[in-house]
């Protein structure tokens, strides 16, 4: 971020060497994303201030708390894998998803066997859990 700025702030220093800063198309679009670029700066401060890296695993490992790769089976007989991760760290391709959505709320605190019934946007869907891990391949 640091870098890009740079280079973002290099961009409006030559902009507005070109004269009226009013009508200059690259000075007023250099600027918004200047600002868009120091608030990410500033967000990012912010959670980095708080952050807390979890290293240890949950005293019961056999339930879903942060952290569990989570083996489902929905409705249909399909396996689904998931990964409980927080919020800034969720990746759909690798199928990490936050701690706070509606799927990982009804999965927290349940262990292999159980029946999990999530409210989700797109309708209620029935899941019962085929395992839970702490073992991850990063």
Same mark, same amino acid.
């Given at each position: 971020?640091?870098? /890009?700025?740079r280079g973002v702030t290099e961009a409006i ?9 009013s009508e200059n198309a690259e000075y007023i !679009? ?12 500033? !967000? ?12 240890? /695993? ?24 998931? /990964? ?14 936050s701690v706070d959505s509606v799927m990982a /709320? ?20 029935? !899941? ?5 891990? !702490?073992?991850?391949?990063?």
């Amino acid at each position: 971020m640091w870098v /890009r700025r740079r280079g973002v702030t290099e961009a409006i220093t030559a902009a507005a060497a070109e004269g009226d800063r009013s009508e200059n198309a690259e000075y007023i !679009y250099r600027k918004k994303e200047l600002r868009e670029i120091d608030r990410r700066i500033r !967000y990012l401060q912010k959670r980095l201030a708080v952050l807390r890296v979890v290293t240890e /695993r949950p005293a019961d490992i056999g339930k879903i708390f942060f952290g569990a790769c989570v083996v489902l089976i929905d409705e249909n007989d399909e396996l689904c894998s998931i /990964r409980i991760v927080g919020p800034d760290e969720i990746d759909p391709s690798c199928h990490w998803i936050s701690v706070d959505s509606v799927m990982a /709320r009804a999965l927290l605190k349940k262990e292999a066997g159980d029946e999990v019934t999530v409210n989700a946007p797109g309708g209620e869907t029935v !899941y019962l859990i085929e395992s839970v891990n !702490y073992e991850f391949d990063d």
